[in-house]
């Protein structure tokens, strides 16, 4: 979701034109993908040596605290505030793949190895499916009491007439 907020929101107030903020929202989230590149490998490699649960548990833990701290972001920030708790998210979700993935197959034993990582794949794909299902549901479902009234001033503050303020501020929210 934070691509939506940089392509929609961050970018445009910081001069990018609409046509150019796909681009320059993955850009600027290239910070998550290094921190995970970084960590995974790593996390991999120590969680042989030592087992999955410290490292698995760590990540979520890290995983965690920036999301904390994405909560703390001002609706503001500069880059180079936003960078590092995106490495941070990304060191997380690296630390936790690896020893999961690991955890999972050593749960079962050898020759069902790959029906468990059919299922993990499938369960992964169909989380992150579902989670973008319920976040938009949600987040209609708390915008819609507050947006009409919220659009109508914004429209009327604009000149634009009372009945087509009225008539755009009561269309659904999706």
């Not at 549901?137 to 009945?163: C, D, E, F, K, N």
């Amino acid at each position: 979701m934070l691509i939506l907020w940089l392509q929609g929101i961050w970018l445009p107030l910081h001069g990018y034109s609409f046509a150019r903020t796909p681009l320059w929202a993955g850009i600027y989230m290239l910070p998550l993908t290094v921190g995970f590149l970084v960590a995974g490998p790593v996390s991999g490699f120590l969680s042989d040596r030592f087992g999955a649960r410290l490292f698995a548990t760590l990540g979520m833990l890290v995983a965690a605290i920036s999301f904390f701290l994405l909560i703390l972001l001002p609706t503001n920030f500069t880059y180079w505030v936003f960078a590092p708790i995106l490495v941070l998210n990304g060191i997380g979700f690296g630390l936790f793949a690896a020893p999961n993935s690991s955890a999972v197959m050593n749960s079962v034993p050898a020759n069902a190895r790959g029906t468990a990582s059919g299922m993990l794949a499938t369960l992964t794909n169909t989380g992150q499916v579902l989670s973008i299902g319920i976040f938009f549901s949600l987040m209609i479902a708390g915008i819609s009491s507050t947006l009409p009234g919220q659009l109508y001033s914004g429209l009327r503050s604009s000149g634009v007439g009372i009945h087509k303020a009225a008539y755009i501020a009561h269309l659904p929210a999706v």
